[in-house]
């Protein structure tokens, strides 16, 4: 099983930066972002394959996250920037082991336990 650790979050002012990061057990075929505020259903925010390091974004984060890897520490990062109120949700990494519509959760196998990202105006 493939074993899944974030951290990273915080309390961040409208306009400030956060580096989430994701730390896996073993390698996995590619890793997701994703994001849930309370009442709302669980949203898809970027993707990097494993391999090759392809990335997707959500539109409503294009230009401000960037997603990366560290291979050599199976490690995922999503660094936040420009960061606005409606960012704030738990954020959760995910791996998948075979993936083709990365934007839907249940293409993913395994979740990391969520890290809260809050953004004050």
């Known amino acids: 099983q493939v074993q899944l650790v974030e951290s990273g979050g915080g309390l961040v002012q409208a306009g400030g930066s956060l580096r989430l990061s994701c730390a896996a057990s073993?390698?996995?075929?590619?890793m997701g972002w994703f994001r849930q505020a309370p009442g709302k259903e669980r949203e898809f925010v970027a993707f990097?394959?494993?391999?090759?390091?392809?990335?997707s974004y959500a539109d409503s984060v294009k230009g401000r996250f960037t997603i990366s890897r560290d291979n050599a520490k199976n490690t995922v990062y999503l660094q936040m920037s420009s960061l606005k109120p409606e960012d704030t949700a738990v954020y959760y990494c995910?791996?998948?082991?075979?993936?083709?519509?990365?934007?839907?959760?249940?293409?993913?196998?395994?979740w990391g336990q969520g890290t809260q990202v809050t953004v004050s105006s």
């Open positions: 990097i394959s494993w391999s090759v390091g392809s990335t």
């Open positions: 073993g390698r996995t075929y590619g």
């Open positions: 995910a791996a998948a082991r075979v993936t083709s519509h990365v934007q839907a959760a249940a293409m993913y196998d395994y």
